[in-house]
């Protein structure tokens, strides 16, 4: 690991050509191997944020740095993966190409590309539906092929959009633990937006609290549960206070705002 | 195909060739019954022999305009793909020439059939292929372009985070997505252009045509022979039809909204 932070943020701002200010003065730096969750408000600009970092949306203001580069610069190196909110997979593909197809895109050989698939459906425990489409597929298992297929090429950032917000509570809770899995053995650093409370504490190293429009950094709470971290993380008292202080930052954030 | 899969296939087909197998028995008893004149509508079997009688000529009647009409369907379907391709490239050449596209499907185009003939010759069978061919092209336009263009936009930003090139996005996303509004209009093609080719031999053509043949069948009272021409072309114009079906069957299996009314 290096010293320089994995996504430097400094005064950034974005508004639409509608007029809206989504985001406002956002500095944030995020370093290597941290798990950080943006959590606010709807229509805090959390996403926007996220999009930003991924130079899918040019902000207005300020500068974007990932891995010591331009956010776009970082873009066309292939530095991070992104998972959003539904799977978004291509449904003309089997499960092995929707994985491999950034692969592809790198122009990884076959076999390179076979070996890699091979490797990421032990990850996300999804063998034996290599040559399934997605229709065939829960919503659960769609995400996880999602997320197999941002992991393919081993970016060193993650980016994920609300990733598990479309599933139910027992998928989701399982889906946070593999998540926290694959983490812990990838030692990638993720930004991870949600609108769950419980599950930014879970997962994070730290919380960053986002005001109601336009988004600001209200607070940043470090989650100091230790890891690994496991189902009965959820029912220490400490997991508790955490959760009560990230929700007093939001309703905080929202009376200033 | 498993026995249980001729089953279901024989099932979803039942109802279908029993309502034809009737639709065909009602109609020649109502004929026999009303004692309706050969001239007005003749008995479903003298169509039948007809056909039998007149097979060789019939043939070769109906595998000249289908050539017409394949010549047709492949001109104008694949001018209809690529000016899709281009228009859904370069947005402001779909913004400038669209409207136009959506005007021109408007018109009968069939009304030019006879300065087509003039145009390539009465006898070329290319004549029969323009128009057939112009019949295509917009509904194949219409539907590659609106599948080209509404492609999920999150789709397109997930290969933009690959850092994916304009080629690769089209190769990889936008044209396997456009794949199923793209055989919507291919579907339509196929059969305009078989009408295409009858009705453009209609305004003249050699008499080796199948439209030519119901033309003059007509013109001699010979009604009969007319029908037995008409059937010919409607199996043959189902027969593309089904063609293309099973194309789309084969390249579009993945497609969730063929799944939607599945009864498996």
Known sequence: MNDRPAVAIQGLSKRFKTGVTALAGIDLDVQPGEFISLIGPSGCGKSTLLRIIGDLIDPSDGTVEVNGKTAHRARLDHDYGIVFQEAVLYDWRTVSKNIALPLELLRWSKEKRQQRVEELLRLVELEGFEDNHPWQLSGGMQQRVAIARALSFDPALLLMDEPFGALDEMTRERLNLELLRIWEASGSTIVFVTHSIPEAVFLSTRVVVMSARPGRVAAIVDVDLPYPRAARTREEPRFFELVTEVRERLAGGEVAA | MTTAALQRRAFDWGPALLVFLLGIVLWQALVVAFDVQDFLLPKPTEIAQTLWDERSSLWHAGVYTLKEALGGFALGSSLGILSALVFANFRWMGTAFMPFA??????????????????????????????????????????TLRGLTSVDPRAIELMRSYAAGNVSVFRRVRIPASLPHMFAGLKIASVLSMIGAIVGEYFGGPTTALGVTILNASAYSNFTLAWAGIVLASAFGILFYGAVAAAERLTTSWDPSRRAFRTE
Do not use: R, T
């Open chain 2, 102 to 143: 959506v005007a021109a499907n408007a018109v009968p185009i069939i009304a030019f059939a006879p300065i087509f003939n003039n145009w390539f010759g009465l006898l070329n069978p290319f004549s029969k292929m323009a128009i057939a061919a112009v019949l295509c092209f917009f509904p194949v336009l219409i539907n």
